[in-house]
């Protein structure tokens, strides 16, 4: 169960890139944020209700409204505005470095280690987030801002993400997520008047996009991160989200018809390395099964010459 949670929340988690895209046409950064966190704060507010979920201990109050303030709100903030100057694969692709830094401190802070090939991949996958960012600024100033901000949005999702780990080990992972979406959404209230003026001269497809990331990828999607992140490590986790950005650009491009600067994809593919040496996959493996599979490739083809 916990892997096919891990999975849900990858497939729910990548839709988001292209909703943020599409509906930041229509709705400012703020009004975003603010539509997408009370949208999820009534879905899990009636779950919770209905299921009579335990509160938390006092002692874990400000670790939760910390942690609500940071990921659903402002890693949602920045990632909103990003995404009104980079394209949604780039965006993921960034986003992605967020797994790394996940894996950095959870071995000091929840005591995970630190491997070299932890240490190797961070290098790798930073060297990743750079290349992008060059490629997005060869675009526009604004898409350098863009990039910036989901390197920002990406430490502020690494940090939540083990704050919480500890919280899930006494709280239930629906009830957490619905505090943390409650505290963002009494955080973001400032941008009601601004939601209420992009919401008067927003389309129906916009509008249908903001309840989709507050219902799918906002109350559904947390909770199931929470659901597997209970059940393993925070590193391991984090791991999983590596599928995030090539589905995102998927997406992107049957859904939006773009697609990241070529350059874009070499920085992805470096972060993405990066990312698996963190896991302990070593480049002599990825080049031993190339090697396997040309190798049966070219047996195959004789074969059927032969034949």
């Not at 190797?120 to 960012?133: H, N, S």
């Not at 780990?165 to 997520?177: H, Q, V």
């Not at 929470?226 to 989200?241: F, N, V």
């Amino acid at each position: 169960m916990p892997v096919v949670a891990a999975l849900v929340t990858v497939l729910l988690w990548s839709s988001a890139f292209v909703g943020i895209r599409s509906a930041g046409h229509d709705l400012s950064a703020g009004s975003l944020t603010l539509a997408r966190i009370a949208v999820a704060s009534v879905v899990l507010g009636i779950i919770v209700l209905a299921r009579h979920e335990k509160l938390p201990p006092r002692r874990d109050v400000a670790r939760i409204v910390f942690c609500g303030l940071l990921w659903l709100g402002a890693y949602n903030l920045m990632l909103n505005a990003a995404e009104q100057r980079v394209d949604a694969g780039t965006a993921a692709m960034l986003v992605n470095v967020g797994p790394v830094l996940i894996a950095l401190m959870a071995g000091w802070l929840l005591k995970e280690g630190f491997p070299r090939n932890l240490v190797v991949g961070c290098g790798i996958a930073f060297a990743g987030a750079i290349v992008i960012g060059m490629a997005t600024r060869s675009q526009s100033k604004d898409a350098a801002l863009g990039a910036l901000l989901c390197l920002g949005a990406a430490l502020a999702y690494a940090v939540a993400v083990v704050l919480q780990k500890p919280l899930l080990d006494r709280t239930s992972g629906l009830m957490i997520t619905f505090l943390f979406c409650s505290v963002a959404t009494i955080a973001c209230l400032p941008f009601a008047p601004g939601l209420v003026h992009d919401a008067r001269h927003a389309s129906g497809g916009t509008l249908a996009w903001a309840v989709y990331l507050g219902a799918a990828p906002t109350a559904t999607g947390f909770v199931t991160w929470a659901y597997a992140l209970r059940h393993t490590s925070a590193g391991k986790m984090g791991a999983t989200t590596y599928l995030v950005p090539p589905l995102a650009i998927l997406q992107g491009w049957v859904f939006l018809g773009e697609t990241p600067p070529a350059l874009a994809f070499a920085g992805g593919a470096l972060c993405l390395v990066g990312v698996a040496l963190t896991r302990g996959l070593r480049l002599t493996t990825l080049s031993e099964a190339w090697v396997g599979f040309r190798s049966r490739t070219g047996r195959a083809a004789a074969a059927t010459k032969t034949s």
